[in-house]
């Protein structure tokens, strides 16, 4: 059976659109980590991003403009790899 992941937790993070309008503070590590595993499952594995892909599927579900931090953010949690010249990037299995 699959768990299933409550992220109602973060609804205080969500602006009236239902898109994360910040990141949690430091001190909410676990939040960020919950925020983090939303943004992994947006992800399919076995298909190959461009950089622009990457940033399109993460700004449709936040508002707060800071694509690149959310990248290097699941690519320092192993959740996404990319190419050195960042020309593809994949989820990981």
Do not use: C
Not at 4 to 22: A, H, I, N, V
Not at 60 to 79: K, P
């Amino acid at each position: 059976m699959q768990e299933t992941t409550d992220f109602s937790l973060l609804d205080g993070y969500r602006d009236e659109q239902g898109k994360f309008s910040m990141l949690p503070g430091k001190k909410q590590k676990k939040k960020l980590d919950l925020m983090l595993t939303f943004f992994a499952g947006q992800f399919e594995a076995g298909r190959d991003y461009t950089e622009t892909e990457v940033n399109e599927l993460l700004n449709e579900h936040h508002s707060f403009n800071d694509a690149a931090t959310l990248r290097r953010m699941l690519i320092g949690i192993g959740v996404l790899d990319r190419m050195k010249d960042g020309t593809k990037y994949w989820k990981k299995k």
